[in-house]
């Protein structure tokens, strides 16, 4: 399943007897799902989490998707404050993009590679229930409740959740919610023991100019403070926020790991030095 060598597989067995039988949430991001190869990696290291008895819940966006949706259909990408503004039509868009193309290519590929998947959108059995941030960003939510039974059921049948950052509001209309969020609240929900981000960066730099400055481990307050102080940039900034809040509400840790770098989660989770960024309380 993974081309992994033997001597890191020596490495796991302490770390699979140790969460065997625990969740992990898994968001997949936009940016590292461009690459179909990186794409098959992730979702290889995922099912091989789940061969050896870890509860995994994949939770992805799919930004690019919607772009290039957007683009076909000629309507124009509209930003607010590093936020996309989505309006009904856009609305329409993003659920089509997500809940439809990108939910449904990730469940075809972990059937294609031999596992069991469920596709779920958050407006599924008001999974995820949010309210509007702004009337300028007219239809992008913050997520007020995790209705989780759904997915718990999924997880008990032996299935593996995929679940699109789309959720619903109070009239059962759709929202469009930020990715890394809605995993941290999903993984809050399960009391998950890990919540790994994957993205197409190298987990939290030192010196944002140098990819090669990642920072090991963090503990919350390390990264509230690098967001104070503004040392992280734009795009990590609602990730660590998400870690944040994850750890907080009682997740075990939180990773920011490079998705597209070859068996990442597996050397972040099965190995001690790790690849990216471990925050912790």
Not at 49 to 69: A, K, M
Not at 86 to 109: H, P, Q, Y
Not at 176 to 201: G, I, M, R
Request: net charge negative; glycine share 10%.
């Amino acid at each position: 399943m993974t081309d992994i060598r033997g001597d890191i597989l020596n490495q796991a067995l302490p770390y699979i007897q140790q969460f065997q039988s625990h969740t992990f949430v898994v968001k997949f991001g936009g940016s590292a799902m461009r690459s179909a190869h990186a794409t098959e990696s992730v979702i290889r290291n995922v099912l091989l989490l789940s061969l050896v008895g870890i509860r995994v819940v994949l939770v992805h966006g799919g930004g690019p998707e919607i772009d290039t949706w957007l683009k076909k259909l000629g309507i124009e990408k509209q930003t607010h404050e590093g936020l996309r503004v989505t309006d009904d039509t856009t609305m329409e868009v993003v659920e089509m993009a997500l809940a439809g193309r990108a939910n449904k290519s990730l469940v075809g590929l972990i059937q294609r590679l031999g596992g069991k998947a469920v596709g779920l959108s958050g407006r599924d059995g008001n999974l995820l229930v949010a309210e509007p941030i702004s009337a300028q960003l007219g239809r992008v939510g913050n997520i007020t409740q995790v209705n989780d039974e759904i997915v718990s059921v999924a997880l008990a049948a032996g299935f593996i959740p995929v679940v699109c950052s789309v959720a619903t509001d109070s009239d059962h209309q759709p929202l469009n919610v930020n990715a890394d969020t809605a995993a941290a609240a999903l993984a809050s929900a399960l009391s998950a023991s890990k919540l790994v981000l994957l993205s197409d960066t190298a987990g939290v730099l030192s010196d944002r100019n140098d990819p090669a400055s990642t920072i090991s481990r963090l503990t919350t307050a390390e990264a509230a403070d690098m967001i104070a102080q503004k040392r992280a940039d734009g795009g990590m900034i609602p990730k660590l926020e998400a870690g944040i809040e994850a750890i907080e509400k009682g997740v075990g840790s939180v990773h920011l790991i490079d998705g597209s770098s070859s068996n990442s989660l597996l050397l972040e989770i099965f190995t001690d030095a790790g690849v990216g960024t471990m925050i912790v309380r």
